[in-house]
T-cell receptor, first 113, second 113 residues
């Protein structure tokens, strides 16, 4: 039973560029959430997608956007990258919104130079 | 963004000792979760708590949902080397799970030989 799969695992981008991160949820899960984890910090909630729509959003600027596809997979897009966007980006999937806890992927390590 | 107050930040213990860590918030949460994160991995769910006052065990781990809904603690009995890692508490506002998690900054557990 495949868990949450994220790609790529590591990425280096230049300030001002755009990046797309991808996530495939655990089999049977229909909800995908994205989190940003800076070094030495806990994950910060970016947004959650359910039925291909953004259901809830954390305190992140519009440069952060996402998409969910009919097969429940999801993308996170970040425009106009800043040095401060360097972090581990985690995808978490759940069924019906998260009751019972989320299953996290191993993350994508984004470095902005 | 908001983060929960988690303490201690780090713990240096001997193998076999019991461990206790806690998490407090200025806001009420309807769900409390405890996760463990190993290097290079995403957080893994240890225990989920859904009712104020609830005490739940998972092997050597025991966690409680505070009566005020503003705190939770996690105990690990008879620690072993594989318990090393970073432990995060997380709160969720909705009991139905349809919103993101708010995490603490983590407790780094180090076991001395």
């Amino acid at each position: 039973d495949a868990g949450v799969t994220q790609s790529p695992t590591h990425l280096i981008k230049t300030r001002g560029q755009q990046v797309t991160l991808r996530c495939s949820p655990k089999s049977g899960h229909d909800t995908v959430s994205w989190y940003q984890q800076a070094l030495g910090q806990g994950p910060q909630f970016i947004f959650q997608y359910y039925e291909e729509e953004e259901r809830q959003r954390g305190n992140f600027p519009d440069r952060f956007s996402g998409h969910q596809f009919p097969n429940y997979s999801s993308e996170l897009n970040v425009n106009a990258l800043l040095l401060g966007d360097s972090a581990l980006y985690l995808c978490a999937s759940s069924l019906g919104g998260g009751l019972g806890g989320y299953t996290f992927g191993s993350g994508t390590r984004l470095t902005v130079v | 963004g908001q983060q929960l107050n988690q303490s201690p930040q780090s713990m240096f213990i001997q193998e076999g000792e019991d461990v206790s860590m806690n998490c407090t918030s200025s806001s009420i949460f309807n769900t409390w979760l405890w996760y463990k994160q190993d290097p290079g991995e995403g957080p893994v769910l240890l225990i989920a708590l859904y009712k104020a006052g609830e005490l739940t065990s998972n092997g050597r781990l025991t966690a409680q949902f505070g009566i005020t809904r503003k705190d939770s603690f996690l105990n690990i009995s008879a620690s072993i080397p594989s318990d090393v890692g970073i432990y995060f508490c997380a709160g969720q506002l909705s009991g139905g799970g349809a919103d993101g998690l708010t995490f603490g900054k983590g407790t780094h557990l180090i076991i001395q030989p």
